[in-house]
């Protein structure tokens, strides 16, 4: 797997020289700088006032203005993966250096988790603020991230495989926020629904994920999920790249 | 593609050549790997390419046509990386090695993307040197570069007759000619000639033309 380790440190070093990244770094900011001022504002004048205990867990779960961006910044982080080698035509000395597609879809996922994560780490800024200022329920917020880190290995799983399976970038991110936006439909669904099909939605849901997640709620429901959707398609993008040699 | 069976003898360069469309880049891509045949073999160094294909992969140096690069990194970053996916013992090493062969030392630190095509050209010429393969195979290798540079180019692959085997594909016949032991040429996906430049009386440009010339529809003869 060292092969691995060197496709994931090529990626990430061509997304920081690239100003996508940082166009994609402070936008994710600003726009997650201005929900949790929202957040807290409406805390400040309203206490206790929503499902929800606190901003931060708002904040991680209880408003789906946490997930409309990811619906569209997960497309914009994954859509180079393959679909950019494709492009650019380097994908043929990727594909007949002698490493197994194993090797470049692991290495390239790889590279998707770390900028999920370095998309998330200033976040944890908030958590400090609040600490500052009132009681921060720490198990709570590992939580969340544990829930932030286990969502990101799905949603970057997916936009990895619509990646190898487009044969541009745009329509890798188009593919991908379709795909995601399926999914967050679905688990809209929970509201919606009674019976089996209302389990069904919740199974899948982002929300009910999150908001398990962010009450510090670790469900292995969820995590069977997260894990069987990451497997399904990383296991897929690598049959992808088999298959693609078969022209 | 149908019925292009030939071997490239250790030691020997190799000129293939055949008109536009004639399958030369899908026949390179089959021996690299890059493509899976759907019937036939392909054998890298005695190895089944078909079914070790990492193990033959390993002893190809691969220059793939219009040679693409990795346009934002550095021309030293670019052949450092490889040489690591390669797992190419001593990286340092063999990476001012094949900057040295392929003459663009000067350019090493310089992004990729900002270089001229001739140099772009060298950097991937550069590239399939790097592992020391026993072979090379370059899809035509001197498109993009100046007089001067191209007979620089001959002169390096001349210099590999007897210890690497080059399978260079072209349809600069006047190349052929220069560096190659021995050609072999294509047509509409099937192998036409097999020589050696020397060979025959007539020039090479009529044998090609004689093989390759598109004859009318409907000619009976």
């Known amino acids: 797997m060292r092969s691995a380790w060197v496709v994931m440190r090529r990626e990430l070093g061509s997304f920081f020289v690239s100003p996508l990244a940082y166009v994609v770094l402070t936008s994710w900011l600003v726009w997650n700088g201005v929900v949790f001022w929202v957040l807290t504002e409406f805390y400040a004048r309203n206490a206790v006032a929503s499902g929800a205990s606190s901003p931060l867990s708002a904040f991680f779960g209880g408003s789906s203005l946490f997930f409309i961006p990811l619906l569209v910044f997960v497309p914009v982080l994954t859509m180079r993966l393959l679909a950019g080698e494709r492009q650019s035509g380097t994908i043929e000395p990727l594909m007949t250096a002698p490493i ?77 926020f379709v795909a995601l936006g399926v999914l967050f439909t679905v688990g809209i669904g929970e509201f919606v629904f009674d019976g089996t099909a209302r389990e069904f939605c919740a199974y899948v849901s982002m929300w009910g994920h999150m908001q398990s997640f962010s009450k510090g709620v670790v469900d292995t429901r969820y995590l069977a999920f997260d894990l069987s959707v990451a497997t399904l398609a990383v296991g897929l993008s690598i049959g992808v790249l088999k298959a693609r040699r078969h022209g | 593609m149908n019925d292009v069976s030939f071997r490239v003898e250790r030691g020997e360069i190799a000129g293939f050549l055949g008109p536009n469309g004639a399958g030369k880049t899908t026949t390179l891509r089959m021996l690299t790997g890059y493509l899976a045949p759907t019937s036939g073999e392909v054998h890298v160094d005695g190895i089944d390419a078909v079914r070790s294909s990492i193990e033959a992969r390993a002893r190809l140096g691969y220059m793939p046509e219009g040679v693409p690069l990795y346009r934002e990194m550095r021309v030293f970053e670019y052949l450092r990386h490889r040489a690591a996916l390669k797992a190419v013992d001593r990286i340092a090493e063999a990476v001012d090695r094949s900057l040295e062969l392929a003459g663009v030392t000067d350019a090493r630190r310089r992004i990729i993307g900002q270089l001229s095509k001739g140099y772009r050209q060298r950097v991937g010429l550069a590239e399939s040197l790097l592992a020391d393969p026993p072979i090379l195979i370059l899809d035509e290798p001197t498109s993009g570069l100046d007089p001067n540079q191209v007979r620089q180019f001959r002169q390096l692959v001349r210099s590999f007759a007897g210890t690497k085997t080059v399978l260079l594909s ?33 020039s090479l440009e009529d044998v090609f033309a004689d093989l390759t010339a598109s004859r009318p529809s409907g000619d009976a003869s």
């Open chain 1, 100 to 176: 197994s597609e194993a090797a470049i879809i692991v290495g390239k996922y790889g590279a998707a988790i770390a900028m999920w994560c370095v998309l998330w780490l200033p976040t944890v800024i908030y958590a400090w603020i609040m600490s500052q200022h009132g009681t921060v329920d720490w198990g709570a917020t590992i939580a969340s991230y544990f829930g932030i880190f286990m969502l990101g290995a799905y949603f970057m799983a997916i936009g990895l495989l619509m990646s190898a399976l487009a044969p541009t970038q745009i329509i890798a991110a188009v593919l991908s």
């Open chain 2, 170 to 202: 072209t349809h600069i016949l006047s190349e052929v000619e220069a560096v190659c032991d021995r050609v072999i040429i294509i047509r509409e996906g099937q192998k036409v000639a097999d020589l050696a430049p020397g060979d025959s009386d007539t």
